[in-house]
């Protein structure tokens, strides 16, 4: 079992910056993939970015260029750097790992951007 704890939520203005923090514990050895989705009020849930063990990145398109993604393997941690924050950003931010396989999730850190 892995367990993911998220933080670094908050309420922002528009064009502002936050920096989400994932800190994975229990069995974190051979996690594959780690990534971030969200989820806005009436909305299906969405990916942000994914980065693998190796440092490969992937950004969804409404997110490339503002967000970036980092991990560190040694402390479990995966990160988003998330600056020109917009009101469609606001959501709830879902940290999230792959482990042969089977997908794990945080409970969400809630992120709003205020016009």
């Known amino acids: 079992q892995v367990q993911l704890v998220e933080s670094g939520g908050g309420l922002v203005q528009a064009g502002g910056s936050l920096r989400l923090s994932c800190a994975a514990s229990?069995?974190?050895?051979?996690?594959?993939?780690m990534g971030w989705y969200r989820q806005a009020p009436g909305k299906q849930r969405e990916l942000v970015a994914t980065?693998?063990?190796?440092?490969?990145?992937n950004y969804a398109d409404s997110i490339k260029g503002r967000f970036t993604i980092s991990r560190n393997n040694a402390e479990n941690m995966v990160y988003l750097q998330m600056n020109s924050l917009k009101p469609e950003d606001t959501a709830v931010y879902f940290c999230?790992?792959?482990?042969?396989?089977?997908?794990?999730w945080g409970q969400g850190t809630q992120v709003t951007v205020s016009s």
């Open positions: 229990g069995t974190t050895s051979r996690i594959n993939a």
């Open positions: 980065i693998n063990s190796g440092g490969n990145t």
């Open positions: 999230s790992v792959n482990r042969f396989g089977l997908m794990y």
